[in-house]
Structures are given as structure tokens and as C-alpha cells.
Nanobody
Framework: EVQLQASGGGFVQAGGSLRLSCAAS????????IGWFRQAPGKEREGISC????????YYADSVKGRFTISSDNAKNTMYLQMFDLKPEDTAVYYC??????????????????????WGKGTQVTVSS
């Protein structure tokens, strides 16, 4: 059974940092697509960073480019989202997601979000001004 468990959210002041983790089970990252999404109250879900094995390229949304970094530790089957210089507009519930076979590019997965098959429960990030 594929499971994703996100953690690491919390409350931080503007300019601060957080690192989100997502522990995966039931599949390995090799050959897969993984990504982070977020949804703020009253807004649509946004794909903020995705990587797919089909091209190996990392996609970042413009809203987080230069501040957030996605990574993975294949030995631990865990993905991370390191967030720097957090802003109040980063406040949202953050979700990790995966497609066990990376059929599409990272930009597609983040843009469509429907391409991801498995989703973890979200973790809340709140950034105060």
C-alpha cells in the first residue's frame, strides 16, 4: 500500500525557515515523480515544486523560486521541502504527492496536479508578518 506522510509544518515569523518532510512507503523514488503542493484558504491548490524521472528536471513555481528547495533521500524514501525567507503569503496547507511511475515532466505534474496518484495528508504552515 502506498502511503505518504508529511510533517514539519508549524508557525514561523516572516523571513524564517522551515523544512517539511514526507516519508513514503509502498514504492521507491526511482522512476517516480514526486512533488509538493499547497492550498491556502479560498485559493486553488498550487503545485510549487515537482521532479519527475522522465526528464530529471526540477520545476519550481515562480512564487517560490529561489526560496524553496525540493530534495529526496532515496535511502530513507523521504522527500523534503526546505523553505527559506518565508512570507505571509506562503501560509497554506502543504501536501506531498507522488506518481509511482513518472510518465510526465515535473512542470506538468505541478501544473496539472491531477497527474499525481498518491497524496499525503497536509501539514499546516503559518507565516506571521
Amino acid at each position: 500500500e502506498v502511503q505518504l506522510q508529511a510533517s514539519g509544518g508549524g508557525f514561523v515569523q516572516a523571513g524564517g525557515s522551515l523544512r517539511l518532510s514526507c516519508a513514503a512507503s509502498g514504492f521507491t523514488f526511482d522512476g517516480s515523480a514526486i512533488g509538493w503542493f499547497r492550498q491556502a484558504p479560498g485559493k486553488e491548490r498550487e503545485g510549487i515544486s515537482c521532479i519527475s524521472s522522465v526528464d530529471g528536471r526540477t520545476y519550481y513555481a515562480d512564487s517560490v523560486k529561489g526560496r524553496f528547495t525540493i530534495s529526496s533521500d532515496n535511502a530513507k524514501n523521504t522527500m523534503y521541502l526546505q523553505m527559506f525567507d518565508l512570507k505571509p503569503e506562503d501560509t497554506a496547507v502543504y501536501y506531498c504527492a507522488a506518481d509511482i511511475v513518472g510518465y510526465y515532466s515535473g512542470s506538468y505534474y505541478c501544473g496539472a496536479s491531477s497527474g499525481m496518484t498518491y497524496w499525503g495528508k497536509g501539514t499546516q504552515v503559518t507565516v506571521s508578518s
